[in-house]
């Protein structure tokens, strides 16, 4: 079949135009992927915080660095200890909590392995520390109210002065979502996301009172929320503000143990990131 020069160049032009578009189509070029890191575990790596923290109607302010500090291999890879420079009476802080146990990354989560002490620190408590084990302080691709992890523990304490304690504990971590933006001390942060870590407490006292035939048993602290911790971290920066209530109420009936009076404690520390210093992981 003979093809006149019109149709000639019809087919030509058609040719071109088809290539050209395979072209920009398959441009051979990987699709760019959008780095998620909302705490860079590199040592040396370190935050500025302001911290407030109001508790009997004082308020107390002090800045905290919180570095990391070594890294060292487990099972799990690479974790890294954390250390904090607050040596002031803040009471329970997230910043301090993290200084208190190792950190390591995987599948776009943070977990945290550690103890802390809720700070309950009065006479006539012995002092006592909350264990726990691969928290997930969060999840990059959790939604917003979901939760990331929950533990329940029954904790028995020594003898202490002729009281027997035993504990309840319930911990649990759950997700804020993400969110745009968030301003920090006037700074803006981009692509955040948040999480919260709550911890439940219930304590029970076993003593024997002089004239009670058999040991009585009552509750110190009924079952109810003494921590909550709202965290929110910024991408390739780190935690950028953190609110941390301690809330503790005794159980009216510790009027009938002899020479056994507690304060209930309420205390609320802030910290806002002031400046930082990070490099990323490789």
């Known amino acids: 079949?003979?093809?006149?020069?019109?149709?000639?160049?019809?087919?030509?032009?058609?040719?071109?135009?088809?290539?050209s578009c395979s072209s920009d189509d398959d441009s051979g070029t990987p699709p760019v992927d959008t780095i998620e890191n909302y705490f860079p575990l590199v040592v040396d790596n370190e935050w500025q915080y302001e911290n407030t923290q109001t508790a009997a109607g004082n308020t107390e302010e002090s800045d905290e660095t919180l570095s990391v500090e070594s890294e060292q291999g487990t099972e799990n890879g690479s974790s890294y200890l954390l250390n904090s420079t607050n040596e002031s009476a803040m009471g329970v802080s997230f910043t301090n909590i993290l200084s208190n146990g190792a950190l390591y990354k995987n599948e776009n989560k943070l977990f945290l392995s550690g103890s802390f002490d809720i700070g309950v620190d009065q006479a006539e408590l012995p002092d006592f520390a909350i264990d726990f084990?691969?928290?997930?302080?969060?999840?990059?691709?959790?939604?917003?109210?979901?939760?990331?992890?929950?533990?329940?523990?029954?904790?028995?304490?020594p003898e202490f002065e002729g009281i027997s304690l035993s504990l309840d504990v319930t911990i649990e971590s759950r997700s804020l979502g993400s969110l745009e933006d968030l301003v920090v001390s006037g700074s803006t942060y981009q692509d955040i996301i948040g999480s919260e870590f709550t911890v439940s407490l219930g304590v029970e006292a076993t003593t024997?009172?002089?004239?009670?035939?058999?040991?009585?048993?009552?509750?110190?602290?009924?079952?109810?929320?003494?921590?909550?911790?709202?965290?929110?971290?910024?991408?390739e920066i780190g935690l950028v503000e953190s609110e941390t209530e301690l809330n503790v109420v005794f159980s009216d009936a510790l009027n009938q143990i002899p020479n056994f009076n507690l304060e209930n404690i309420m205390a609320l520390v802030e910290q806002n990131l002031a400046t930082f210093q990070v490099t990323l992981e490789d």
């Open 208 to 235: 024997t009172i002089p004239g009670v035939p058999f040991p009585l048993t009552i509750d110190v602290i009924e079952f109810q929320e003494v921590v909550k911790s709202t965290n929110y971290f910024a991408n």
């Open 1 to 19: 079949m003979k093809l006149n020069s019109n149709t000639l160049v019809i087919l030509l032009f058609s040719t071109v135009l088809l290539w």
């Open 133 to 157: 084990e691969d928290l997930v302080v969060y999840d990059v691709d959790a939604s917003n109210g979901a939760i990331l992890y929950t533990e329940d523990q029954n904790i028995s304490l």
